[in-house]
């Protein structure tokens, strides 16, 4: 009955992959007992997206096999690491940047990594805007200090499950950084390569607006598994995102998605929708999947400047749950990049 188990399993496809469960080496366990299928799958990433339909199909197809009369689905997820990791001990390395500034960046940025780290994956995030940052405060770890551990690496803070690095917290407060070039690249190298991020899933780069020094430095030291373009829908923000979108095709950097930030209002005394900035105009980038619509929500900039993301603080508000689906299709996106050319997997238990 296990060789009929496993051979139903293998006419299920992961709807993202379109690949069997089988040869993606994603069926960790499967046997029958009692008349009872037990199944455990392995997911790509602890964020996937379509969960649910992958658990209806293999409860569907287990329940194929002459003599099955249920069947127990469980989950296990391990996210594959590019084929060339980006740091040690990092699995992928992603960038989220915009053409120009006032896009709501690095609130998604923040709210991506909190979303992933949500879903049981291990989150990084660096904040790579040098003359502005902000993630620390968005973090409500504006008053920390990094230090150094015993190997003389800088030690990451922790916040919401998230791993952080912000020239915030190595800087005294206000102090404007006048610096050029050769300087934001080192300091780039050792946010990079002299911090002790351990071992990670997701390293999330909050690039800084623009394509400058910094996007350059980025992608002449790490391996990118992709980047990500924030913006809103106007055509004003749309022909910056456009030269963003030109510079990681220029870097060899895939872009695996656009979100668009403050995509609508939902005026909370009427119900009435409200396209202030239009809606949908992310759609005019090219051929880029849509990872999500985001609306413009007072308690997202609420949450930031209390320094608690919008999807912990207020995790049921329908900018929450855009940005928890963001996240989502990010990942999803990723794994396809990553298991598109992967070899057939056959050990199952």
């Excluded at 040690?88 to 006032?102: C, D, E, N, T």
């Excluded at 990594?113 to 994956?121: I, M, N, R, V």
């Excluded at 390293?203 to 030291?221: F, M």
């Excluded at 999500?292 to 400047?305: K, N, T, W, Y």
């Amino acid at each position: 009955m296990r060789d009929a188990l496993m051979a139903a399993l293998s006419t299920v496809n992961d709807p993202e992959l379109h690949r069997d469960l089988v040869s993606l080496g994603m069926i960790e366990h499967a046997s029958v007992d009692a008349g009872v299928a037990h199944v455990k799958v392995n997911l790509t990433t602890p964020a996937c997206p379509l969960k649910g339909q992958i658990e209806h199909d293999v409860r569907a197809a287990a329940l194929t096999v002459p003599g099955v009369q249920g069947a127990v689905i469980t989950f296990g997820a391990m996210v594959r690491a590019a084929a060339q990791p980006a740091l040690p001990g990092v699995k992928h390395v992603l960038l989220v940047g915009s053409g120009k500034g006032g896009v709501g960046k690095s609130s998604v940025a923040v709210n991506l990594a909190a979303s992933l780290a949500l879903d049981g994956a291990r989150v990084g995030l660096l904040d790579a805007d040098v003359y502005g940052p902000s993630v620390a405060h968005m973090l409500g770890q504006s008053g920390a200090k990094v230090t150094a551990n015993e190997d003389r690496k800088m030690r990451p803070l922790d916040a919401h499950g998230v791993r952080f690095i912000s020239m915030a917290n190595l800087s005294p407060a206000g102090q404007a950084l006048v610096w050029r070039g050769p300087m934001l690249h080192s300091a780039i190298q050792q946010f990079l390569k002299d911090a002790a991020w351990g071992e990670l899933d997701y390293l999330i780069v909050d690039l800084p607006p623009g394509t400058g020094d910094v996007q350059l430095s980025l992608t002449q030291t790490v391996q990118v598994t992709g980047a990500v373009i924030v913006t809103t829908p106007q055509d004003v923000a749309l022909i910056d995102a456009a030269r963003a979108v030109d510079m990681f095709r220029k870097a060899s950097v895939p872009v695996l998605g656009v979100i668009e930030n403050m995509s609508y209002f939902v005026a909370p005394d009427t119900g009435i929708a409200y396209d202030l900035f239009g809606r949908g105009g992310s759609r005019k980038l090219g051929d880029h999947t849509p990872l999500g619509e985001i609306p413009l929500e007072v308690s997202v900039r609420q949450d930031a400047d209390a320094g608690t993301p919008a999807v912990v603080a207020h995790p049921d508000s329908p900018a929450a749950l855009a940005l928890r689906q963001a996240a989502r299709a990010l990942a999803g996106q990723v794994s396809v990049r990553t298991l598109a050319h992967l070899p057939d997997q056959l050990t199952v238990v």
